[in-house]
């Protein structure tokens, strides 16, 4: 099977940051799948060097070398319309795209761009129904998952109590004074703290070095002054702000005065696919993946997150059988790989 995969390089397309999670899962695991042959075509890049047009008209042209499958992770509006149209109607390939962020992003991103293509992937469970109102029906509910090409063998002393790897929000903020204020050494490091951000090779040592590893659920949302912009302007792959078009102002405004809707995130199944004790804020359907008590454990209010903290630092034999489960749960139900054959088969894309 021959993909061209359609996604970003950079982390929010800023060099600076590095490889970005699409890049270094998606585009591995399927770089490495057997039977499976991948063309780069990183849209961060191209668009900075040679502009919107030209980038469109460059991934029209890859038509030519005749792939099965177009695999997309958008952004905000760096295609035309047109052009994956055109591709879902003319290039003999099919097309899809990985709708990662549908429990916020849906009224906003997702419904203007899911019927241009032929299938489409979405990891909020909530969305299926809302993607067949639409006339889409070719819709696939899957989840983030694990690459498990990136596990690092070696053994490290567990030397930090709590850690948590991810950007800041008031949010967590609050969560995590909340720990302070309680004896509690939470060691925090990622874009906006002041140990700022670590590399993919440091984090999993750290998932690794630590007894608890935090994570947050919460997805975007939420009524924030610096936020108040994004109502109006979307920031491009290529660090371009641009005016959101006039439908998707409503929807942006709502979403700055919503509630957060909790969301499975790509670290519920990084931290114990590393090797490393997961305590998470809930979600829904985490429980479909994991078994709360036994491969991870969940915590539902910042008082019973205290509690868990301080039970399993002083539970460790408990909490190592725990990251055994959670790891071998992982490696056997998700991997990317995983995920990647079970959607193909879907799709009716056989003998790769």
Known sequence: MKIVYVGMRYDYGDPRLGDCYEYSNFHD???????????????????????????????????????????FVLFTDEFFHETVDWLTRHSGALTLN???????????????WAPLFT??????????????????????LSQWGFNHHLMDGTLVREELDVSFVG????????????????????????????????SPGDMIQTFKRSRINLNFTESMGGLQPRTLAKAFLARRADQTISLRPLREVGPAVRLLLSRPRPQIKGRNFEI???????????????????????????WNDPNELVQ?????????????RMKEEGRRRTLAEHTYERRFREIFRTMGITGF
């Open 272 to 298: 114990p696919g590393h090797g490393g004790f997961l305590l998470t804020s809930a979600a829904e359907g985490l429980d479909r993946y994991y078994s709360p008590g036994r491969e991870i454990e969940v």
């Open 98 to 112: 990985w709708f990662g962020d549908d429990h916020w992003r849906f009224d906003l991103h997702s419904r203007f």
């Open 167 to 198: 950007r800041t929000t008031p949010g967590r903020k609050a969560i995590l004074r909340r720990l302070q204020k309680e004896g509690i050494d939470v060691t925090v490091w990622g874009r906006g703290w002041k140990n700022g951000r670590l």
């Open 29 to 71: 695991t399927l770089a490495r799948m057997p039977g499976v042959t991948v063309e780069d075509f990183p849209y961060d890049e191209i668009l900075r060097q040679e502009g919107k047009k030209v980038m469109n008209e460059r991934l029209r042209s890859t038509a030519r070398q005749r792939p099965d499958l177009y695999f």
């Open 119 to 140: 299938w489409v992937i979405t990891t909020d469970q909530k969305a299926v129904d809302r993607y067949r109102a639409i006339g889409v029906n070719n819709v696939i």
């Open 308 to 320: 868990k903290i301080r039970y399993y630092l002083t539970h460790g034999v408990e909490r190592n």
